[in-house]
Structures are given as structure tokens and as C-alpha cells.
């Protein structure tokens, strides 16, 4: 258990973790030389019983309240220690403030100097803090009257210290790794050293690390947990670690960082959250305000966007989002507080809920219901109510490690849905299974009524059918739910066409007869086929009778019309797809021009420019100005042999960055608008 003291400066927090545990935490000269702590102290207190305690003492001065803060987060057990002959004051009050802000409920009062004043003012004394505690996390706790300097009320301190250490913590020992760094120095002999809380999870030796958001890689070379030398650290110990790395030095970790499993690394730098504004604040909040945001061990500038259309009074709790200067390494549900930009008071305080919020449309009915159903602290049914409404669909890798889960939790809430999970553009997108036959009877229906209105027809676009059947689901995710429907064989995907099995343009015996004549020369040509005209003169046939015949074949899927009257064999296309690609990948930046293009086709720049039309209508390529590039999310329906390409994306093109190990921003993209 971690105990953290809380109180005004020269009310004794430091004596009496010295009278307790024999350590004085203040370690710097300065401290030293002034008689205050400046910044914070680390004790540890083995207990007979074997468990050790360990101890964050806090400076108390108004001025170090952002250190504070940076040790206050990574607390169980709340020590907030008042002198008797001053009584409740400013700082005790802001401290008491920032621990209810924070959740912290566990804890006790210990009214300190008592050798100093008679009983009636240990009573007085006792009354106030009765009144200061009273709506808090920490109203009811124990109030103790003792005395670092003479001793005094220490055995009853001590034991209900043993008797909370004997509670468990609520920390989730079966999530992933987080550790929130407060002190980074080198230690003779051994390298750069880390200490702080571990937040969740368990850390091993020789396990491979992220610091996050600067997206260092870490080896863990040594562990000590609670002042002791172990193989394994967990949630709700303090930590030392020992981590070599190329980048790795004291300079290059600051206080604020979180050392974390590598599947976590994914800073914010925009996040919606619920605060709550003390009662305490002069005035209300308002769109745009400046703040300081204290998380775990780290403090951001940020300003705060309200999401409703009135400002929030002091006493409300309200969503907000929360627009950072520079990314934060968080997770779901960590708590946080806010100050005012001068660090001169303590505004507010909250839970982050979305990590991943949109810029736009944030103040909907909607987008209001969703932070509702996110607020849910239990994350199989916060996804179960997201999922029942709005488009149905998320991102859930994205969603399972916003909230650090294990594996084996992650799996659990899967099974207990039944979720449906769709693989698009390397993320696994989920949908309940009620959504799913919805959506399932939605497009046969629409594809049924659709081919017997247009019997001629191919079948319907993927967008037309999207519209038809009223779907919420971004074009990328439909595309992957239309494949898992063409897997179970309840439709066909041909290219952007979507078909039901059975549905099929025929030729009648005569057309299949003139069409096999008509196919070796289009063959036999393959990247410049003759046109309708010149097959209609070369087989004496008449010109809108070849025309009508190539046109019944494109909607059968045996050519494609290219241009105007020129149509191309589909296995030539599909290669003429797998060029262009690999033109692609050759090229800087993934980018190329119309002459490169024609140049492996060794064809005229005429039909080399029709055919990459082509390919744009279509949404194979993308086009800036002179420039194409390959669109991967339709890449595996032109080619689907192409290297790359069999689970619809590509390769990253040459300098396009990789935001795997580094503190990439995720600006404004939402829960929604990952799917995009």
C-alpha cells in the first residue's frame, strides 16, 4: 500500500513519517537548509506481518502544489495531517480538495502537535475537521490526535495503518504494464533509473518497454518494488527501474512520463472527460479556458471546451473536452486534476472518458449519449451500449487499449457479447450480433428487390447498397462486414459490385458463340485491345451489336470499358492493377505519374491516361494534380494476388512516417472516425 501525506506546510508531515518508519524524506540541500520539503519524499515501513508500507511525502507550501500532485495520483491511502495549534488551513483545505478530485476515499486525519495545546482545543480542532471532511471521499475516516515529537497517539496511528495495508487495493493487477514516472537519475554502476506508482499490470525483468509520448524504447535490467529487489513489480507498489536503451539517459525521461507496455503507446493530445468544479471557484468555466492539467505525475497546458452551450458553475459536474498542448500518455478512467495557469489555485478535477473524441459534432443528443454509455466504468458494458447505438461499429483494439487490458480480459468481454469482429485496413472492428443479422438482412433484401427491378444489371455499388440498406458504417468497415457476407456465400463481390449468388447476366446461344470470337482479340492485344469499331469491321458484324454484346459482357464481369467503346479483358485489368502497384512501391513516397505508368505498359500516353482514369472513377488510385497514388482500402479488389494486399491494405510507401514508436498525436479522430 502507498500512503501519501496531505497538509498545510509546518503541520509535521514530514516528522512524523520519520517518527514512523526512521527515514527523513526531505533529500535535497535546500530542504535541508529552510526546514520545508520542496519536492517529494519516499519512505518505506516493513511491517511485522511482512507487508511494507511505502510513503509519499508532499511539500506543502501553496507554491509546490504541482509537486504535489505529481506524487498524489499514485496513492491508496490518504494521510492529511493537521497541526492543533493551527488548526485547518489554506493548504489543508486545496490538499483535501485535490484528494476528493482524485476519488481517494481511504484514509485518516491525524491532528499533529497535540503536546503543544490542552484538550479543549484538541476538541475544537477535532470539530473543524469533522466539518472540512464532511461531503469528501474522506468524511467518517479516523481522526487521531498524536504528536511527532513526543510520540504520542503513534500506537493507534500505526495500527490503522496495518489495518488498511491488510485491505487490497483497487489497482488492476491483470491489466497492461503503466508505471507514471516521478524521478529519473543515474545510478553509478548501473545506468538511468526510474521510480514512481505502477498504475496497472505487472513488470519483469528483462520485458521491452515504451516511454511514452516521447516513444523511447526500454529494457527493464532491474526491478526494486517497495525498497526491495525483485523479478516482478505490480499495481500499487512503488517502483525503481533500471532501463538500458539506445536513447535511453536521465536527460531524455522527465517527470510525467509513463513507462508502459508497447501496445499502450498511443498519446492524446485531445480528450473527452468529466470535471467537476469546486464549489470553491469564483467563477464559472467557459468555452475555451486555460488550465493546467495534472495527470498521474504530469502537468499540461491545455485549454477546456465545454460541451454544452452553457458555461459550468462551480458545483456542477459537466463533459468537456480537454485540448492539450503537448500529448499525454493516459488511459480511461484515470483520474485528473485542473488548476488555473498562474498554479495558484485548484479549479476542478475529473475522469478522462475518450481518448480518441471527434473535433466536430462534439456537443450532439448523440455524441452525449455516447459519453454516457463511455462513462460506464465496467468496459464490457460500456462497449455493449456504445455498440447498441450510433453506427453500430468500433474500433475495439482501439477501445481495449485505451482502458490497458489484458489479453485474457479482452478475450472475456468478446465472449461474453458474442462480439463479431471485422478485419479493416489492419484493425479489428466490432459489432454485436444483433446488428449484424440487421445489417445482414438489409443488404439481401435490398440486392433481391434490386435484381428484380434491373435484371440486366451486374448488381448494385458498394456505396449505392450502403445508402440502400441505411447503414451507419463508414465505407471501409461496410466493404470488410460485404466480404464477411461474400464469405458465408451470401453475396458476391465483384470489384465495387456486390451481387446476390444466384444473379447473372446470360448471353443467349448465339451471343456466347459470337463472344468466343470476340475474346482472342482482345487477348491477343491485351494493353491496347481493338475498339467496338474495329472488331465490329474485322468480323463483319454490325458497330451497335458488338457495342450492346461487350456492354452485356462488362455487366457479366468478363471485360471492363476502360473508355468510351474500349474494352479490356478483366484478367488484364487485374494485371494492369498489379503494375500499377508495383509502380507504386517504386516510387518515391509511393507516388507516380501517368509516364511512369505508361512506360511499363509500353503502351501510347493516350490509353495509359484512360486507364488510370479508370482506376480514379473507381477508387483504385487517388489523384493530386500530376500525381496518383494507391487507395490500399480498395487495393485487394482490383488485385487481389498482389503482395500486400490480401487483407486490403499495402505496405507503408517510402517516407511516409510510422507512429509505431513514437508519440504520434491522434488529433480529433474519435471512437467513430477511427473506423474512417
Not at 516511454?211 to 527493464?220: C, D, K, M, W
Not at 498521474?296 to 497546458?301: F, G, N, Y
Request: aromatic share 4%.
Amino acid at each position: 500500500m502507498i500512503v501519501g501525506t496531505a497538509g498545510h506546510i509546518d503541520h509535521g508531515k514530514t516528522l512524523l513519517i520519520q517518527k514512523l518508519t526512521g527515514v527523513d524524506t526531505d533529500r535535497l540541500k535546500e530542504e535541508k537548509a529552510r526546514g520545508i520539503s520542496i519536492d517529494l519524499g519516499f519512505a518505506y515501513w516493513q511491517r511485522p506481518g511482512g507487508a511494507t508500507l511505502g510513503f509519499v511525502d508532499v511539500p506543502g507550501h501553496e507554491g509546490l502544489v504541482h509537486n504535489m500532485l505529481a506524487g498524489a495520483t499514485g496513492i491508496d491511502f490518504v494521510m492529511l495531517i493537521i497541526a492543533a495549534d493551527d488548526g485547518v488551513m489554506p493548504q489543508t483545505r486545496e490538499h483535501l480538495a485535490i484528494m476528493d478530485l482524485l476519488g481517494l476515499e481511504r484514509g485518516l486525519i491525524a491532528i499533529n502537535k497535540c503536546d503543544l495545546v490542552g484538550d479543549d482545543q484538541i476538541a475544537a480542532v477535532t470539530r473543524e475537521v469533522e466539518a472540512v471532511i464532511a461531503g469528501t471521499g474522506l468524511a467518517g475516516s479516523p481522526i487521531l490526535p498524536v504528536s511527532a515529537l513526543t510520540g504520542a497517539g503513534l500506537t493507534e496511528l500505526t495500527r490503522q495503518l496495518d489495518l488498511a495495508a491488510a485491505t487490497p487495493t483497487r489497482r488492476p493487477k491483470q491489466g497492461l504494464f503503466r508505471l507514471a514516472i516521478d524521478r529519473a537519475f543515474t545510478l553509478q554502476g548501473l545506468g538511468t533509473a526510474v521510480t514512481g506508482t505502477v498504475l496497472s499490470g505487472l513488470v519483469r525483468l528483462e520485458d521491452r518497454l515504451i516511454i511514452s509520448p516521447s516513444g523511447l524504447e526500454a529494457r527493464v535490467r532491474s526491478i526494486n518494488a517497495q525498497n526491495e529487489p525483485v523479478e516482478q513489480g505490480e499495481a500499487g507498489q512503488r517502483c525503481a527501474l533500471v532501463l538500458s536503451g539506445p536513447q535511453i539517459s536521465k536527460d531524455s525521461i522527465r517527470r510525467g512520463d509513463v513507462i508502459l507496455n508497447p501496445t499502450l503507446h498511443a498519446p492524446s493530445q485531445r480528450i473527452d472527460a468529466s470535471l467537476r468544479v469546486l464549489a470553491t471557484e469564483p467563477r464559472p468555466i467557459g468555452q475555451w479556458f486555460p488550465v493546467k492539467v495534472h495527470h498521474a505525475a504530469a502537468e499540461v497546458p491545455g485549454r477546456v471546451v465545454v460541451l454544452r452551450d452553457q458555461p459550468i458553475n462551480p458545483g456542477e459536474t459537466e463533459y468537456v473536452q480537454l485540448v492539450l498542448e503537448r500529448p499525454l500518455a493516459a488511459a480511461v478512467g484515470d483520474r485528473f486534476v485542473v488548476r488555473d495557469t498562474s498554479s495558484s489555485r485548484t479549479i476542478a478535477g475529473g475522469t478522462l472518458i475518450d481518448l480518441r473524441p471527434p473535433e466536430r459534432r462534439r456537443r450532439t443528443p448523440a455524441r452525449r449519449a455516447e459519453l454516457e454509455a463511455l462513462s460506464n466504468i465496467d468496459a464490457g458494458r460500456a462497449l455493449a451500449t456504445v455498440l447498441a447505438s450510433g453506427s453500430g461499429a468500433i474500433d475495439v483494439d482501439v477501445y481495449f487499449r485505451d482502458r490497458a487490458l489484458a489479453p485474457a480480459t479482452v478475450a472475456l468481454i468478446e465472449t461474453e457479447l458474442s462480439l463479431i469482429t471485422l478485419p479493416a485496413g489492419g484493425r479489428r472492428i466490432g459489432i454485436l450480433p444483433g446488428s449484424w443479422r440487421r445489417l445482414e438482412a438489409g443488404v439481401v433484401d435490398s440486392l433481391d428487390a434490386f435484381h428484380v427491378a434491373r435484371p440486366d444489371a451486374p448488381g448494385l455499388g458498394l456505396e449505392q447498397l450502403r445508402k440502400a440498406v441505411k447503414s451507419l458504417l463508414s465505407p471501409p468497415v461496410f466493404l470488410a462486414a460485404i466480404k464477411r457476407l461474400a464469405e458465408a456465400g451470401q453475396v458476391v463481390l465483384d470489384r465495387t459490385w456486390v451481387r446476390r449468388p444466384f444473379h447473372q447476366v446470360r448471353f443467349s446461344a448465339e451471343e456466347e458463340k459470337i463472344w468466343s470470337l470476340i475474346t482472342p482479340s482482345l487477348a491477343r492485344a491485351q494493353f491496347r485491345p481493338p475498339r467496338v469499331r474495329d472488331i465490329a469491321t474485322a468480323m463483319r458484324l454490325d458497330e451497335n451489336y458488338v457495342r450492346r454484346l461487350l456492354r452485356m459482357a462488362a455487366r457479366r464481369g468478363d471485360v471492363d470499358e476502360i473508355a468510351h467503346d474500349h474494352f479490356f479483358l478483366r484478367s488484364v485489368v487485374q494485371q494492369m492493377a498489379e503494375i500499377a502497384i508495383d509502380v507504386a512501391r517504386q516510387a518515391p513516397e509511393g507516388r507516380f505519374t501517368a509516364a511512369q505508368f505508361r512506360d511499363r505498359l509500353d503502351n501510347g500516353r493516350k490509353v495509359a491516361i484512360q486507364i488510370l482514369e479508370f482506376f480514379d472513377r473507381h477508387g483504385f488510385t487517388i489523384r493530386r494534380q500530376d500525381m496518383r497514388r494507391i487507395n490500399p482500402a480498395r487495393a485487394a479488389l482490383f488485385a487481389p494476388s498482389a503482395p500486400g494486399t490480401e487483407q486490403g491494405g499495402l505496405p507503408l510507401p517510402v517516407g511516409r512516417p510510422d507512429f509505431k514508436h513514437c508519440a504520434h498525436l491522434d488529433r480529433g479522430v474519435g471512437l467513430r472516425r477511427e473506423l474512417d
